[in-house]
């Protein structure tokens, strides 16, 4: 019987009602923004063939009036502008459809036809984005689709606006940012179980949508659950300053590597004097570590490709939108919202630095930073989707890494051991929750947090530590300003309550296999191999692809499966046949069989024992892995 949630207690209703009176609320100018130009509002949810609901906007209809208390009032501000929906005009010929997916589509039009602007995350959503601009603004052939960076929100809905036919027929032009289709394949290659596991978290997939659930992510409302396709870029832009003109539609680049993806760019479009600053400038203190897991972002880089971009654009543009949230019109308004983004990126970069060079520690630098009070109190810069507490920590992690330099912590007891010893010294488990439950009740609930977390990984079964730490986390989730912050704290409260609910969200997209390189895909059986398991193996294959005229050599010895793409001495134990187009269904699991292998017409011939060998010692991962408990 799952529990219900409970109400927010004296501490945060006092946090709510302090953040109320210090917070400009005063200033209404961006749901002006968010609402202008409105066209049409989104109609219906978007459905599968099967009945499957992909994305209903209307679940959100609660975000109206004044915050209540189990939502901070600024996540609670920030969730109802970020789920204002329809079809809007940005300016005459550009339009966007806003709601119908964590991202934003953008709609250009030319002379006959339209150039999209990002696609949204799947295939159905996307349909459906492009059926509403159609029904208000007529049917205009697609002519060009720009993604703007390597993040599947924005390209994972492309084949709901164009299909590989017209793009090999040489009717639509793909523009992207250099290195995009390796980047948009790689991050989910070698830590994509865990990163989608964290992801629903992240994202509240098992919340309801509630006043005590998930209100939205800050940087949208949530992902939306349908196919993610992908195709391969016609046209790959590589230097800042390039031009293009498709169907009329002027394009300025500039490139912005390495900002909130590894590859992405910006684009002017002077006829309009509109600026798409992609995701690198949106109405949030985005992410330099997002908190499903990722290598860190570079802050100072970012705030320079900013700086770059108001250098370029700065003296005429007019308007500015973006992959995600609502536009911003008017020179001055434009500038001055450009220079907080860059000023936001630099000064955590600076002033981590400085602090980290004084000797604190990431956890020190995210509780003494001050943001300057023009940074605190615009709304764009605030901490919905990133935070500063775990940007600072990650600009600390980017350039000293895991260890605080402090010898206690180099060897410590891993999770359940220190919790054994600390609960131990502590007087025992329920003494422990005692101190944890006086600690809530004070609303300390950092503190309660912690104790009632050693408490549970000490003694998992213990009903009074679960309980206590459930309704921590969701206290301390009803006073986050961070909707991935609230996110991660009541699933945790969520999985310590009703038990775990695993990787719902979780999508395979065969487009984005198939564009996964030979060395991708031996990598990604690499990491599969058990490596203790493995430690008496020994084996080599060749692997044969027909169709691109390349060979490899690949060696399971020591527990480590290596390749080598040079030519080999000597002949390997087996050699595999196949072509580059069947080889990703091979590294898929169970296609390491003999069905596999009859599956993808590929051929196996010497040693047929090499196969199931290797396939006995893989571990695929674990899609359930436990978060909150041990
Ligand atoms: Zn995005």
Request: hydrophobic residues 40%; charged residues 20%; proline residues 5%.
């Amino acid at each position: 019987m799952p529990t219900a949630p409970r109400a927010a207690s004296a501490a945060i209703r006092a946090q709510q009602q302090s953040a109320l009176a210090s917070l400009p609320f005063s200033d209404t100018r961006d749901f002006e923004d968010a609402n202008r130009g409105l066209i049409a509002p989104v109609e219906a949810p978007v459905v599968a063939d099967d009945g499957t609901v992909l994305w209903d906007n209307s679940t959100y209809d609660f975000l109206t009036g004044d915050a209540p208390d189990t939502v901070h009032p600024s996540l609670w501000r920030q969730s109802q502008l970020a789920a204002i929906d329809g079809l809007f005009e940005v300016v005459e010929g550009i339009y966007q459809v806003r709601g119908m997916d964590l991202s934003n589509t953008t709609l250009v039009e030319g002379d006959e036809g339209i150039v999209v602007f990002d696609t949204l995350l799947s295939v159905e959503t996307g349909a459906s984005a492009l059926a509403l601009y159609r029904r208000h603004r007529g049917n205009r052939p697609v002519k060009a689709v720009v993604i703007t960076h390597s993040h599947a929100d924005h390209f994972g809905g492309i084949r709901g606006f164009v299909s590989q036919e017209e793009v090999d027929a040489g009717r639509v032009k793909i523009f992207a940012p250099d290195g995009f289709v390796a980047h948009a394949v790689a991050e989910n290659v070698y830590a994509g179980t865990a990163m989608n596991r964290r992801a629903a978290y992240m994202y509240g997939a098992d919340l309801p949508r509630s006043p005590q659930g998930g209100v939205g992510a800050g940087l949208g409302q949530t992902i939306s659950t349908g196919t993610v396709s992908l195709l391969a870029p016609t046209d790959v832009v590589t230097t800042t300053g390039h031009e293009e003109t498709v169907d009329g539609v002027r394009m300025i680049f500039q490139m912005a590597p390495d900002t909130e993806a590894p590859s992405e760019f910006l684009i002017y479009l002077p006829d309009f004097k509109a600026l798409c600053a992609a995701e690198d400038a949106t109405h949030n203190l985005h992410n330099l570590l997002t908190l499903r897991g990722a290598v860190v972002r570079d802050p100072n880089g970012w705030a320079k490709y900013l700086t770059e971009t108001i250098d370029l654009f700065g003296a005429e543009v007019e308007v500015v939108f973006a992959s995600h949230h609502w536009p911003t019109w008017g020179n001055d308004r434009v500038v001055e919202f450009l220079s907080l983004q860059r000023d936001l990126y630099a000064y955590l970069h600076d002033q981590t630095l400085r602090m980290m060079n004084q000797g604190l520690v990431g956890a020190e630098i995210a509780e003494q930073i001050e943001l300057p009070p023009a940074l605190e109190h615009a709304w764009s810069t605030r901490g919905y989707y990133g935070s500063v507490s775990h940007n600072v920590k990650a600009i600390y992690q980017r350039y000293l890494g895991w260890f605080d330099g402090n010898p206690a912590h180099l060897w410590e007891h891993p999770p359940v051991e220190r919790s054994k010893r600390y609960v131990e010294a502590m007087g025992g488990v329920d003494a422990v929750v005692e101190k944890a439950r006086s600690a809530f009740g004070t609303g300390d609930f950092r503190w309660a947090g912690e104790l009632a977390n050693h408490a549970v990984f000490a003694q998992p079964d213990h009903a009074g530590a679960r309980d206590l730490l459930a309704d921590t986390y969701e206290q301390l989730g009803y006073g986050s300003e961070n909707g991935t912050w609230r996110d991660f704290y009541l699933s945790g409260a969520t999985e310590l309550r009703n038990g775990q609910f695993g990787t719902p969200t979780e999508t395979t997209a065969p487009d984005v296999i198939g564009q996964l390189t030979p060395s991708m895909l031996f990598d990604a059986i690499a990491i599969q191999v058990n490596g203790p398991k493995a430690w008496g193996e020994k084996l080599s294959m060749d692997v044969v692809l027909t169709d691109v005229d390349e060979r490899y050599r690949l060696r399971l010895a020591n527990g480590v499966l290596t390749y080598s793409a040079r030519p080999q001495p000597g002949d390997a134990d087996a050699t595999l046949t196949t072509t580059r187009r069947a080889l990703p269904s091979l590294a898929l699991r169970g296609g390491l069989s003999a069905d596999g292998l009859a599956a993808s017409g590929g051929e196996l011939s010497g040693d047929a024992s090499v196969l199931t060998r290797l396939a006995d010692l893989l571990d695929p991962g674990d899609k359930d892995f436990a978060i909150v408990t041990p």
